[in-house]
Nanobody, 129 residues
Framework: QVQLVESGGGLVQPGGSLRLACAASGFTLDYYAIAWFRQAPGKEREGFSCISRSEGTTYYADSVKGRFTISRDNAKKTVYLQMNSLKPEDTAVYYC??????????????????????WGQGTQVTVSS
């Protein structure tokens, strides 16, 4: 049974940092690209970062580029999201997601929720003073 579990969310002041973790079980994490999405109240779910299965090539949306860093530790079956210089507009529930399909090389599916099949339950990130 495939399972993704996010952790590390919380309340942080603007300009602060958080590190989220996405722990995988029930499948071989090494084979899969993993993405991070977020959803703010009243808004659509937004994909913003992905790390490919091999070589760990990373992709970022402009909204987080230069502030967020995605990484993976396959031995620990965990993907991380380091978030720096947080802004109030980063407030959202954060989800990690994986596609059912195994892609080769440095490919990540586009940041469309329909392209991902496995989802965690989400972790709340609130940026506020």
């Amino acid at each position: 049974q495939v399972q993704l579990v996010e952790s590390g969310g919380g309340l942080v002041q603007p300009g602060g940092s958080l590190r989220l973790a996405c722990a995988a079980s029930g499948f071989t994490l090494d084979y899969y690209a993993i993405a991070w999405f977020r959803q703010a109240p009243g808004k659509e779910r937004e994909g913003f970062s992905c790390i490919s299965r091999s070589e760990g090539t990373t992709y970022y949306a402009d909204s987080v580029k230069g502030r967020f860093t995605i990484s993976r530790d396959n031995a620990k079956k965990t993907v991380y999201l380091q978030m720096n210089s947080l802004k109030p507009e980063d407030t959202a529930v954060y989800y990690c997601a994986a596609p059912r399909k195994i892609y080769t090389g440095n490919y990540c599916p586009p940041f469309e929720a329909s392209r991902y099949d496995y989802w965690g339950q989400g972790t709340q990130v609130t940026v506020s003073s």
